[in-house]
């Protein structure tokens, strides 16, 4: 556990580290400065000026205060427009050692040394650093070099960096003075890359008879020379980095200072006489490595589950140090939901026979769609189950500097980030681009800390509102090392010693690559395989360059390490039938699993509010015509909790007797208030369901989701009979009136369909017929009587206006701070109401854009309807608020659920229903 272990030592002695920088960046140099600030008279800036150090790296210039309070500035080298030598006037007291830089942008970082997001600071400005014990002479030629080198494509920048380092390191040499003793000698000197995660840390390599040293160019390393005694070396194993076979891993005992060391020679040559040089030596004495002894204590029982899988993620070339090739492991467990864990239940346990992508057959058959239409070289899966984000997916909060460092100073949307075990075991089996598998560490409750928000990260806040915290963990856990205890008892289970070896087959064995794992469906994209290209023998800068690219995002598969099927491991004793290897459960039928429709008929909670005690009947309203103008006379009429989760879209039946309902856990409901019970309930989806609209007929019903998708669901046969993936991110809102489908996405389009479901009730036959672009993801939508105009808001608080005949946007307004939640056109299509997460309610005369009313209303609004010009009932926190909106006022409050209302229909004979956060479905009637 290299990584865990020691990420704390390496990156908590010195403010800068290497992770501030991008991945693979060298650092170089560093030089004792003042910064004074070009903005203030010089008498001002002299007093006020700033001790630190100015850093060297290749393809960026680092100052760090020594005082904390101050940011660290990164000055990116090819931001950066002039660095040159200050030159003053004669009676400057600044003196003429100072170096300017001016710059176009500036990345600040670890401002009061908190850990977080980078600032970018788009203004730039000139920067003056007066140096302490060297002259700029000595300085500018490499800045500027470097400079130069930056204006390059990335493939020659590159490639002069690479030149101007090899140059560096021809000019050095290892200091003998470090040596332990005077009797050592000198077996080899090289040059080499010290790995770490993310990080390339050049120096010189010297093995002696006693001791192998690394000797880093910079002055990073918390001490100037590292060294390892031979005697402690346990493992030397041969690795490959970024395709090459250049890579050399040596493991010491546990009580040894240095536990591990990731080296990089120029070339395989060098490195496999540096291998052959240290077994060798006499006081290398090495464990035993040898591959069927290992086996065959697995197969025993004296190697337990986890231990066989590290040796096999390591002979494989997976390592701590290479968020390239972390070590992978296999999800185990099928069930977060229940209260307590099953183990001696085989439906608990994910089927290990079957690679992540392949474990929903619905998916599957899209993947199987796309590969039939694919040119060569085919594949099934375009991402990986193991990739550097993915790694860092579930690290993030133990590695909050290595996130930043991959994604250039960013955490990952919060929606995004890992939540919840269930979200994301859901997501790898739903999601097209999620194929994940887990991390040693879910196996190890001793590192179950990132599971856990210790360093208070700010993370972002959700979609719903939550704020990323800790990890949500399954029911049946109390708390994150219970988790992973448990999690290690599934592994070594029965159930799974008894089926890892298909597992093992397919990420390590004869499944893993060509014709066996396009017939196992374990067939991913080539260059993720060993051998697939000789990164060698490119000589193009640029492909080579988009090789390495394509590794760092995507990941490598494992070296393969058996041809032939991996030997089962023997039954333990007293071990039953339902831990048989024939894939049948103790009742002798077959089992595997599959992605069955879970239909939820659980009603939680109800409350029927009857003064008269009859039955529910609108048989005697049925002649009436709403008259809204009685909307503030609306009362409670009946409540069920019908959901888990937040209520997000609803509507009812053309006779108010049965509400459709949809929620963030991904289900769909149907409840009868006439007979006071559920008649549908399915989960469609791992991901929230955002949006519902009842088919005119009542026959079926579309429904939109996170997952990109729309659903066509047949209340006559009870399933969804039709599903098609419409946008690239989630769909956020949609609506439809005389056979025009407008669907809204975050992927920032309005997408507008043509769909008339009488022709074919049987399918989703859309046609496309426009796509509407915006400059944020779209988080609402409402149309016009006539299908004319389209209103929409998005995440970054503006409203837009649409032409659809013209496809062009009327007019767009900067409306809200914050997200828009709700837009509507009034009925008569003149005006337009939005409302957003900065509290106000905005109401726009669309002719000439004059807005009518801006109103603090003191909470968010999620929902309206405005179903006459006169009146607009809205939901807030809690509360339906009823406006007369001649009067521009509020008329009443009604307190309706516990917290916020989500989701507002309106039906006939003044029905009203509405959903909200706490999973309450609520019917009401005029008094």
Request: glycine letters at 4%; one cysteine or more; aromatic letters at 10%.
């Amino acid at each position: 556990m290299a990584f865990v272990d020691a990420k704390n030592d390496t990156i908590d002695k010195e403010r800068f580290s290497l992770l501030l920088l991008e991945p693979g960046e060298i650092y170089l140099e560093d030089y004792s400065v003042y910064y004074y600030r070009n903005d203030l008279p010089e008498n001002e800036a002299i007093q006020r000026k700033v001790r630190g150090r100015l850093k060297v790296c290749s393809k960026s210039i680092v100052f760090t205060p020594q005082d904390a309070r101050f940011p660290i500035v990164k000055f990116i080298l090819r931001n950066c427009e002039r660095i040159t030598r200050w030159s003053g006037n004669l009676l400057s007291k600044l003196g003429n050692n100072v170096v300017s830089i001016e710059a176009k942008q500036t990345v600040e970082m670890k401002q009061d040394d908190v850990i977080g997001p980078y600032h970018f600071n788009k203004k730039g400005g000139k920067y003056m650093f007066s140096l302490n014990f060297v002259s700029p002479e000595k300085v500018l030629p490499q800045m500027c070099q470097l400079h130069r080198a930056s204006q390059l494509t990335p493939a020659d920048q590159n490639a002069m960096i690479s030149t101007i380092i090899q140059s560096l390191q021809n000019r050095v040499s290892f200091d003998t003075s470090w040596l332990g003793n005077l009797y050592e000698q000198i077996v080899m000197e090289t040059s080499c890359d010290r790995i770490s995660p993310l990080v390339v840390n050049p120096g010189k390599i010297m093995l002696t008879s006693s001791r192998l040293y690394f000797q880093p160019f910079n002055n990073l390393e918390p001490e100037p020379v590292t060294k390892m005694n031979l005697t402690e070396m346990k493992r030397i194993l041969k690795r490959r980095f970024l395709l090459r076979q250049v890579g050399l891993e040596i493991f010491c005992s546990k009580d040894s200072l240095i536990a591990d060391m990731y080296l990089v020679l120029p070339t395989a040559v060098e490195r496999d006489k540096l291998y052959e040089h240290l077994i060798e030596q006499g006081d290398v004495c090495l464990m035993e490595n040898d591959k069927e002894n290992m086996l065959l204590k697995w197969q025993s029982g004296s190697v337990t589950n986890l231990d066989y899988l590290l040796y096999l993620n390591s002979e494989a070339d997976r390592s701590f140090n290479d968020f390239t090739q972390y070590p992978v492991f296999p999800w185990v467990i099928a069930d977060y939901t229940s209260p307590t864990l099953d183990l001696s239940d085989p439906k608990t346990f994910r089927d290990l026979s079957k690679p992540i992508g392949a474990l929903n057959p619905k998916r599957l058959t899209r993947f199987k769609e796309r590969f039939s239409d694919m040119p060569e070289p085919r594949f099934l899966y375009g991402s990986h189950y193991s990739t550097p984000g993915y790694i860092l997916y579930y690290l993030v909060r133990v590695a909050p500097q290595y996130m930043l460092c991959l994604q250039s100073g960013r955490f990952d949307q919060p929606d995004r980030l890992f939540n919840s075990i269930q979200e994301t075991w859901s997501n790898v089996l739903s999601l097209p681009s999620d194929v994940k598998e887990v991390i040693p560490e879910f196996y190890l409750p001793e590192y179950s800390d990132f599971l856990i928000n210790k360093q208070s990260l700010d993370l972002g806040v959700r979609q719903d509102g939550s704020k990323v915290n800790h990890v949500t963990l399954p029911p049946w856990s109390s708390d994150p090392k219970d988790f992973c205890k448990k999690c290690r008892e599934a592994l070594e289970s029965e159930y799974v010693s008894m089926h890892l070896h298909k597992w093992i087959d397919l990420i390590y064995g004869f499944k893993q690559c060509g014709k066996e794992a396009e017939k196992y469906d374990n067939l991913f994209y080539y260059l993720t395989y060993e051998g697939a290209v000789d990164i060698e023998k490119v000589k193009d800068p640029n492909e080579r360059a988009a090789i390495e690219a394509q590794i760092m995002e995507f990941g490598q598969t494992p070296k393969q390490l058996f041809t032939k099927p991996h030997p089962t491991r023997f039954p333990a004793t007293g071990s039953d039938e339902m831990n048989s290897d024939d894939g049948k459960l103790a009742d002798g039928t077959e089992y595997e699993e599959e992605d069955e429709e879970y239909v939820d008929d659980d009603v939680i909670e109800s409350e029927v509010v009857d003064q008269d005690g009859s039955k529910y009947s609108d048989e005697e309203e049925s002649l009436e015509t709403n008259n809204w103008s009685q909307l503030a006379s609306l009362t409670l009429y009946q409540r069920h909790k019908l959901h888990r989760d937040m209520v997000t879209s609803l509507c009812l039946s053309g006779d108010n007797k049965l509400v459709y309902s949809v929620s963030q856990a991904g289900v769909f409901k149907v409840y009868s208030f006439e007979e006071q019970q559920q008649v549908r309930g399915i989960n469609l989806s791992s991901m929230p369901l955002s949006s519902i609209i009842l088919l005119p007929n009542e026959k079926m019903v579309l429904i939109a989701s996170w997952d990109n998708s729309l659903y066509l669901y047949s209340m006559e046969f009870g399933r969804v009979i039709s599903q098609l993936t419409l946008h690239d991110d989630a769909i956020s809102d949609m609506f439809w009136q005389d056979n025009m489908l407008f669907t809204c996405s975050w992927d920032s389009t309005i997408k507008v369909w043509l769909y008339d479901p009488v022709a074919d009730p049987k399918k989703l036959s859309l046609a496309p017929i426009m796509e509407l672009d915006h400059d944020a993801g779209v988080s609402c939508i409402h149309v016009n009587s006539s299908n004319s105009q389209i209103l929409s808001g998005t995440k970054d608080g503006n409203v837009y206006l649409w032409d659809v005949e013209c496809q062009t946007v009327l007019r767009q307004t900067q409306s809200h701070v914050g997200q828009v939640t709700c837009v509507k056109f009034s009925k008569d299509g003149q005006r337009m109401v939005s409302c957003g997460e900065d509290c106000y309610m905005r109401v726009v005369d669309i002719n000439t854009g004059t807005e009518i009313l801006a109103k603090d209303l003191g909470q968010s609004i999620s929902c309206l309807c405005w179903p006459e010009q006169q009146h607009l009932i809205a939901g807030g926190q809690g509360e339906l608020l009823v406006w007369d909106m001649a009067k521009a006022q509020l008329v009443t409050k009604i307190k309706a659920h516990e917290s916020m209302i989500a989701s507002m229909c309106l039906g006939s004979n003044l029905h009203v229903v509405t959903g909200g956060e706490d999973r309450n479905v609520i019917l009401w009637k005029k008094v």
